[in-house]
């Protein structure tokens, strides 16, 4: 087992050096640094003041000793320019040069400074985590219950009424993404002037201040930015929903193929001969087992539930990782991309490495071999 | 002239759609007379769900295909007056014999949102499962050596595919898919790595089974080379002397960048099943036949994994068309103008809570074409199950 750990580890320290230094490679492109004078320094440069505004910001030097400094393993760059002054990687404006550490990267904390919002990253990046935090609990909330009974309900009777109406359901959930149950649910509850909001309002029961729903004019918002001050049940629950869905869609097909299997299982016909009630059978039997391959399927959601939150936060403009990851790929901003990438491939390693160690763990025929 | 009612509006759209209903009724009507000679495509239609499927994929095929006898408008051209115009209104001033309704309204520019939905059908399925095709050559090609020979070209190749995996889909698309990145020359060499497989693939397939035959083989291998290395260079180089291959810079990065994020779902599927399969007892008497590797892979092995990889194929047409939109729906590769549905449902949202129907109409499509694939993926899996 701590082998099979060890291993795993391994392989996932490989490939998370793989991924940052694609990322790295990516942002830090020719035409991406250009860019990047012409915006920090002034659009109207010369071509020549391009390239020499490049080397003096010490981007000239090969891209594999760049990805170093950047994590933080080789010492940063430090120049003396023609008038004297000395700048370097890790030498703050104005500062004195010989009072500077050596290396400033990634394994010292120093993530960098985003040119967008004109504050260190880390800082940025602890914010918008945050509010994604309050997202995610929300839909893990609301998605692994919802999905969990709806799968075990259609799979604990194959073919029958309930399962069929379950499954069509599932079919058309997975097959609706986020941008189109975001846009459908906005249409639907948060518009004043289609959808339910303007019948509601018709038979009184929103939009007066005695009324059932409240005195709004819609009965959902379509913007969920007062829900960075203030969560609501108003303002976050089309955001919370349209994540969810697809997921649930999704994660209740692979309840429901496992509880079919564990249900066809000899050991649950011998629960059920032996005069178990069906109800029985069901809670103590089949459950436990049929529950070990949804969570593999819930752990490696998280990738996608990452996808589902940069559309989300867009479409919403609620200001979290996602909408920060988009200001940043939009507006060339490279340290906070970066930044992002190394959340975005943590989170997506790491939920890996549970799925696969949990998976061992929770099955016995593994985990007692 | 008045503004249409919703039952006018649905009656209006139907017949427009006219060619569309012909070509299915034709479909069906033919299918079902002759669906005991067809094989799996025939069992389809014993199966409830698989037709619905079939014939709302079709819809959209047809609608693709028929897409300019269908538009009432140009899908590019503005029409002062009608900003915003709710679904059914009069054009204020038509030209003699043009149509006169906004059947879905106009968007947020005055374009005519209908017609627009359907051009949208026509770039999605040219690219949805062209791109699918690609990444289905792709992955075959790697899956089936990695599956069968194992060992060391198996954990690399396991290594590459899960890297690419693990990379969040949106971020990718947003280092890959950028003007900058067309400046460097990365996609053009993305597509020359990415279109060989398809020649390789088919070089590999008539070499195996044809090279007891010289004369055959010759022709084939030949047949493929030339065509493939002809639409190849026009393809990913752009420097096809006759100038029928070619495709523009931006759909080429796209395409490009869908064939790679999908290829390595393709991969381990492949793989997976050829693990399964080359215990079979078949397999192993025909490798006490004598026949190559390859032979028994392409022709022995790939065939009898077709049900599952035509699930899989259904499916991923539709995921294709998920990340096709989600391009769109960030402004990423395609021209503002285009009429594709991601970019129609970002260009509608602004507005959406005062004037949803432009984001409304292309997002119902989009999701009923993908609703359409599942389901049709559904029937198959279901009938192939049957044999």
């Avoid at chain 2, 260079?233 to 080429?252: E, T, V």
């Avoid at chain 2, 790679?260 to 599927?269: A, D, H, K, L, Q």
């Avoid at chain 2, 109409?361 to 199950?385: C, F, H, I, T």
Wanted: proline share 5%; with cysteine.
């Amino acid at each position: 087992m701590l082998m099979f750990i060890l291993r795993r580890l391994g392989v996932m320290m490989l490939t998370a050096f793989a991924l940052t230094f694609i990322v790295f490679s990516l942002t830090n492109l020719q035409p991406n640094l250009e860019k990047l004078a012409k915006s920090e320094a002034s659009v109207r440069m010369t071509d020549d003041q391009v390239v020499s505004w490049i080397a003096n910001n010490g981007f000239d030097t090969p891209m594999i000793s760049r990805y170093g400094q950047w994590l933080g393993v080789v010492p940063g760059w430090v120049k003396t320019m023609e008038d004297g002054e000395v700048r370097g990687r890790c030498i703050e404006k104005g500062a004195d040069p010989a009072a500077a550490p050596v290396r400033c990267g990634l394994l010292q904390g120093d993530w960098g400074v985003s040119t967008v919002f004109k504050k260190p990253v880390s800082q940025i990046l602890g914010r918008s985590l945050g509010q994604t935090g309050w997202l995610m609990l929300a839909v893990m909330l609301v998605m692994v219950p919802t999905a969990l009974i709806l799968g075990v309900l259609s799979g604990m009777r194959e073919g029958s009424r309930t399962d069929r109406v379950l499954s069509t359901g599932a079919i058309i959930t997975t097959a609706t993404p986020e941008y189109v149950s975001g846009v459908i649910f906005i249409a639907l509850f948060a518009s004043a002037t289609v959808g339910v909001s303007p019948l509601l309002v018709h038979l009184g029961l929103l939009g007066s201040p005695d009324a059932l729903f409240g005195a709004r004019k819609t009965l959902f918002m379509g913007t969920a930015t007062s829900a960075m001050d203030h969560i609501t049940f108003w303002n976050f629950a089309l955001p919370v929903m349209t994540i969810a869905l697809y997921g649930i869609g999704y994660i209740a097909r692979m309840t429901r193929a496992s509880m079919t299997e564990v249900m066809t299982a000899q050991y649950i016909r011998t629960a059920r001969l032996k005069g178990v009630s069906f109800r029985q059978v069901v809670m103590k039997h089949a459950l436990r087992n049929a529950l070990i391959a949804p969570f593999t399927v819930i752990m490696l959601q998280f990738p996608w539930l990452l996808n589902g939150v940069v559309i989300v936060e867009t479409l919403f403009n609620y200001k979290g990782f996602g909408w920060t990851l988009v200001q940043a790929a939009t507006n060339n901003d490279i340290e906070m991309l970066l930044g992002c990438s190394v959340v975005a491939v943590f989170v997506v390693l790491v939920t890996q490495l549970i799925s696969d160690v949990g998976y061992v763990f929770l099955n016995p025929r593994i985990r007692l071999a | 002239m008045d503004t249409l009612s919703w039952f006018q509006i649905i009656a209006a759209m139907a017949g427009r759609f006219l060619p569309v209903w012909v070509a299915l009724v034709v479909t069906y009507t033919l299918s079902i007379t002759f669906k005991r000679r067809l094989g799996l495509y025939g069992k389809l239609f014993d199966s409830p769900v698989g037709m619905i499927g079939f014939g709302v994929v079709m819809f959209w095929v047809f609608t693709a295909i028929f897409a300019n006898w269908i538009i009432t408008m140009d899908p590019l051209a503005q029409f002062s007056g009608s900003k915003n115009a709710v679904p059914g209104s009069a054009l204020q001033a038509p030209d003699e014999g043009a149509y006169g309704y906004l059947l879905l309204g106009a968007d947020h520019v005055a374009r005519d949102v209908f017609s627009r939905m359907v051009m949208g059908s026509r770039v999605v399925l040219q690219i949805a499962p062209a791109a699918t095709v690609f990444a289905f050559m792709v992955g075959i090609t790697l899956g089936l050596p990695a599956g069968y020979f194992g060992g060391k070209l198996d954990t690399g190749l396991s290594f590459l595919a899960n890297l690419v995996l693990a990379f969040p889909v949106i971020l990718l698309f947003y280092l890959l898919v950028t003007p900058e990145i067309v400046k460097t020359g990365i996609p053009t060499w993305f597509a020359a790595i990415l279109f060989v497989f398809p020649i390789v693939f088919f070089v590999i397939l008539f070499n195996s089974r044809f090279f007891t035959n010289p004369a055959k083989r010759n022709l084939y291998v030949g047949a493929v080379l030339v065509i493939g290395i002809w639409a190849y260079s026009g393809l990913a180089f752009n420097l096809d002397p006759l100038g029928i291959w070619s495709m523009d810079p931006n759909l080429l990065n796209v395409f490009v960048s869908v064939v790679f994020v999908n290829s390595p779902g393709v991969f381990r599927i492949v793989r997976g099943m050829v693990m399964d399969i080359k215990t079979r007892d078949y397999v192993a008497a025909g490798q006490t036949r004598g026949e190559g590797p390859w032979y028994i892979m392409l022709w022995e092995i790939l065939p009898n994994a077709r049900g599952p990889l035509i699930v899989d194929f259904c499916l991923r047409i539709g995921y294709t068309t998920i990340l096709l939109g989600t391009l769109g729906f960030f402004g990423l590769g395609v021209s503002p103008e285009s009429p594709d549905w991601g970019s129609t449902i970002d260009d509608g949202r602004k507005l959406l809570s005062m004037v949803p129907h432009p984001a409304l109409a292309p997002a119902l499509a989009l999701m009923s074409l993908v609703l359409g694939l599942n389901l049709l993926a559904d029937g198959l899996r279901e009938e192939s199950l049957k044999d």
